[in-house]
Structures are given as structure tokens and as C-alpha cells.
């Protein structure tokens, strides 16, 4: 049974950056498409990022493409999330999830889910 475990998640300043890393366990991570989400109070968890078996095809959000970096190192079984220019609006529980079925990444749907991490932008 794959587990995740999300790291990296804190207070930073607007327009600081952040490096989420997604660990697996229990399974090798590279079986899986990961994806990462966000969710904040009242919304619905969104797919922010995705990253396919051998991290040949990445896909983003608008909302955080050309600032968020998804990369993956099947070798150290983990999906990291580089966030740059880091906005108030980024503030989120983030979290990463794991499935072999691209429309369950896609749907926010994925069998494996890691716990979150508090991500909050602030001065």
C-alpha cells in the first residue's frame, strides 16, 4: 500500500518561494502519475499540477503555470513542487496524490493522498 507524505510547507513573505516535496512509501512512487492540489476553507480541492510515470509530461493550472515547478526523482521515490512569486492567494492546504488512471489525477480523484501541508503567503 503506497503512503504519502507532504513536506516543506510553511509562512513565507509575498513573493518568497517554496519547495514542497511528496515522499511515497510502501510502494515505488515511479507506478504512479502524482498530481498536486490545494484546497482552502469552503472551496473544493483543485489539481494545481501533474507529473506522468517517467516526469516526460507535466501539466499546470493557469492560475500557477510559469510560477510553480513540478519535478520528480523516481531514484529518491519523490514529486517535488518548486513555488516562485509566491502570492497571499497561493495560501492553501497543499496536497500530492497518487493513481496509475490520469482522469482520477485529473478529477481530484487519485487512490493515494498524502495528509497536507500548510502553505500561507503573508508580510
Known amino acids: 500500500q503506497l503512503q504519502l507524505a507532504e513536506s516543506g510547507g510553511g509562512l513565507v513573505q509575498p513573493g518568497g518561494s517554496l519547495r514542497l516535496s511528496c515522499a511515497g512509501s510502501g510502494h515505488t512512487l515511479d507506478s504512479y502519475i502524482v498530481g498536486w492540489y490545494r484546497q482552502t476553507p469552503g472551496k473544493e480541492r483543485e489539481e494545481i499540477s501533474s507529473?506522468?510515470?517517467?516526469?516526460?509530461?507535466?501539466l499546470y493550472a493557469k492560475s500557477v503555470k510559469g510560477r510553480f515547478t513540478i519535478s520528480r526523482d523516481n531514484a529518491k521515490n519523490t514529486v517535488d513542487l518548486q513555488m516562485n512569486n509566491l502570492t497571499p492567494e497561493d495560501s492553501a492546504v497543499y496536497y500530492c496524490g497518487a493513481d496509475w488512471d490520469p482522469k482520477m489525477i485529473a478529477t481530484a480523484r487519485p487512490a493515494y493522498w498524502g495528509q497536507g501541508i500548510q502553505v500561507t503567503v503573508s508580510p
Open positions: 507529473i506522468n510515470f517517467s516526469g516526460t509530461c507535466t
